[in-house]
């Protein structure tokens, strides 16, 4: 089972539309969680920490349920710019190291 | 520019050759990560140093590939004898602490033919 799972979707919506991405954790020991953007043939850049009381920023909620080691990002009212491979990520204690591992992605299309 | 550089941002080479890529972490970090990505999968985890330390090394690392932080700044990766599978995008990363997040460099893409 991967540390890190998500649906790769791609997930298409037209403009406007609300879209939520879900992901699980395999490691309820795993203290940092959070959301990245890519963008195709880019690097991944930091889109939001996630917090257990849930967390917002504009049109991005993001929501973490550590019981059921689920992770969720919410977007509002989506933009052709939102088109993207949205990549669950948490912190991994093994090896001592608190390093990162990513999800698979998922891809969102937004049409006009 | 004070985020995370990588070189080269492309580099094709032919089956059997060694190769290095170089990044140059934002200066006041000092852990530093190599990740690999292939297509349609997320970013997997190679390598870690803390300042010079190679604190950690994925089982993906295999003996052909080496990294290197020698004075706590930059760091290389060198992959030895390169196979197609090798191909991928290398990517850099570097924090102060994994509880923020973590910023990448572009990413070095290797095609190895």
């Known amino acids: 089972r991967k540390e890190v799972e998500q649906d790769p979707g791609p997930f298409n919506v037209p403009e406007g539309a609300t879209v939520a991405f879900n992901c699980t954790y395999s490691?309820?020991?795993?203290?940092?969680f959070f959301w990245y953007r890519q963008d195709c043939r880019k690097e991944p850049k930091l889109l939001m920490s996630v917090y257990s009381s849930g967390n917002e920023d504009g049109r991005f909620t993001a929501q973490l349920n550590r019981a059921s080691q689920y992770i969720s990002l919410l977007i509002r009212d989506s933009k052709l710019s939102d088109s993207a491979t949205y990549l669950c990520v948490v912190n991994s204690l093994s090896g001592n190291t608190g390093k990162l591992i990513f999800g698979q992605g998922t891809t969102l299309q937004v049409k006009p | 520019d004070t985020g995370v550089s990588q070189d080269p941002r492309h580099k094709i080479t032919k089956r059997g050759q060694n190769v290095t890529f170089r990044c140059d972490p934002i200066s006041e970090h000092n852990r530093l990560y190599w990740y690999r990505q292939t297509l349609g999968q997320g970013p997997e985890f190679l390598t870690y140093?803390?300042?010079?330390?190679?604190?950690?090394k994925s089982r993906l690392l295999s003996d052909r590939f080496s990294a290197e932080r020698p004075k706590g700044s930059f760091s290389t990766l060198e992959i030895q004898r390169t196979e197609q599978g090798d191909s991928a995008m290398y990517l850099c990363?570097?924090?102060?602490?994994?509880?923020?997040?973590?910023?990448f460099g572009s990413g070095t893409r290797l095609t190895v033919v």
């Open positions: 140093f803390q300042n010079e330390a190679q604190l950690e």
């Open positions: 990363a570097s924090s102060l602490t994994s509880n923020y997040g973590y910023t």
């Open positions: 490691n309820s020991a795993s203290q940092s």
